[in-house]
C-alpha cells in the first residue's frame, strides 16, 4: 500500500478550543454555575475511546448495503448524485460520480470529509466535479461518504450519544469499511473476469481526519486500500499521543454543556466566523459566498456531536 502526505497545518481542533474558551470569557460572568452533563467515556483494553450512555460492543461484521433506487442530483447539469446505504442500523448517505467512458477499471477514489461546522461529503463536491477532465483522461469512479452523525442534509441518520454510543475513530472506520467492501469495490470488479490481482481503492482523508484513514488502511491493506492519501494531516506526535481521558471528559463535558457548549456553537456557526476559520485552516485565498452557504446550509443543531466529539480529542 502506498500512502501520500501533504502537510499544511496540525490540529485544527485547537484553534476551536482557544476560541471557545475566549467566548466564555467574555460573555460569561464567573459567578455562573451549572453542572455539566457526565460523559460515558470509556477507554478499553484495545485503546479505542468509547462515548454513549448505552455500552457498546466491537464488531467488525459488515452489513448488507443499500443503495438508493432513485438518487437525486447534487446539482442539476452535474453528474454528481447522492445515495444511500446502511450500515449496522445506521441509514448513512455518499455522493457519487461514476467513472467517465474508458475509466471503469481504474481505481476508484474514497473521498473523507474533514469534521467541523456544517461540514459533510459535500466538502469535496468542487473536486468531483473538476477531477478527470477530457485532457487528463477521464476520472474513475469517485465516492464522497458521509461519517456516522453527519451528512444530515443528505438523509443520514443523526447520533445522539444518549442512544446509541460510538468507539473512535474505530466506528467512523468500520462505516466507510461497509462502503467500499459492499459497494465500491463490488461496482468496480463486476466487469472484471479475473478478479485475482484486482487493486483496491484510494483512500483520501483531510486534516485531523487522518487518524480514521490509518485506522482503515491498515486493517484492510492491499486488495482493498491499495493507496492512503492525506492532507494537511496533524504532526506524527499528536496522531500517536492519546488525550488524556479526565482532558477528554473536560473537553466533551464542556462542548456538550447547554450553556457554555451552546453559546459557543452559536458563535462558532455564524457566517462571520466560519468565514474566519475557512479562511484561516483550509483556503489559501478568501473562501466563496458559496463555500459559506453551503456550510451553514449543514450547521444544524443535531449535526453537532460529531463536532463535539472530534473537537473534544477522542480520535487522538
Known sequence: ?????????????????????????VFLPPSLGFVLPKA???????NYVYFGEKCGTLSSSIDSTIPDGNPSLVDQGTSISIRKYKHKGWNLSYLYKPPSPGNEMKAPIVLIHPVGIGLSS????????????QEAGGNPAIYAVDLIGCGLENGSDKWDPEEEGLFFPLSWVQGVETLIQSVVLPE????????SNSSGCVVVVQGGIANVGVMLASRNPGSVVSRLIMTSPPI????INPVPQDELERNYNFLRSKIWGGLAFALLETRPIIRIFSNLILFKEECDESWLDKTINGAYVEARTPIQAFNAGLLN
Open 1 to 25: 500500500m502506498k500512502v501520500g502526505m501533504a502537510v499544511k497545518t496540525g490540529k485544527c481542533w485547537s484553534s476551536c478550543i482557544v476560541l471557545i474558551g475566549l467566548v466564555s470569557i
Open 188 to 195: 468496480c470488479r463486476k466487469g472484471k473476469k479475473d478478479q
Open 236 to 239: 506524527f506526535q499528536d496522531m
Open 40 to 46: 460515558s467515556l470509556i477507554v478499553n483494553e484495545e
Open 122 to 133: 459535500w466538502f469535496w463536491e468542487k473536486l468531483m466535479e473538476e477531477y478527470g477532465s
